[in-house]
């Protein structure tokens, strides 16, 4: 990948067409994802996903099997450096019916390897909280 931009979209598009050759080639390794519900991993290369029921997919439809596709809503940046970018990723889940049901935050970070920029951290935060009444 070019830019930690085009790692964003390439990453998030790979995992909607659940297409494991262009999802590895948009990981940066080791990789780590963590989710709100207390699912941690960490994925030392590419090797450690075959036939792994780790894949991003596959843990979005553990949790829900009638997840089709997610929709990427905003893609802000948050900080960057030589080396890496962090995102604050807002997506909503789409079922099969193309129904919204559920809008979520994230944290991404994107590396530079070697001049390959690609996601090495994913953090979904859950569904969006509503703001505290004052």
């Known amino acids: ?5 085009d790692a964003v979209r390439a990453h998030g598009e790979a ?17 780590t994802y963590q989710n709100y519900d207390g699912v941690a991993l960490t994925v030392e290369g590419k090797e450690e996903y075959a036939g792994d029921s780790r894949l991003p997919w ?5 949790g ?19 080396s890496s970018v ?11 019916s193309g129904h919204d049901y559920g809008t979520y935050q994230a ?3 994107v590396t530079n390897q070697n001049g390959h920029w690609g ?9 969006v909280a509503e703001a505290p009444s004052e």
């Open 1 to 5: 990948m070019d830019t930690a931009e």
């Open 15 to 31: 995992i909607n067409g659940r297409d494991v050759v262009s999802y590895l080639a948009t990981t940066n390794f080791p990789f």
């Open 58 to 62: 596959e843990i979005i439809l553990q």
């Open 64 to 82: 829900n099997s009638n997840w089709h596709h997610t929709r990427f809503d905003g893609v802000d940046e948050v900080a960057r450096s030589i």
């Open 86 to 96: 962090v995102f604050k990723i807002m997506l909503s889940r789409i079922d099969h």
């Open 107 to 109: 944290i991404w970070i």
């Open 119 to 127: 996601v090495q951290f994913r953090h979904n935060l859950g569904l």
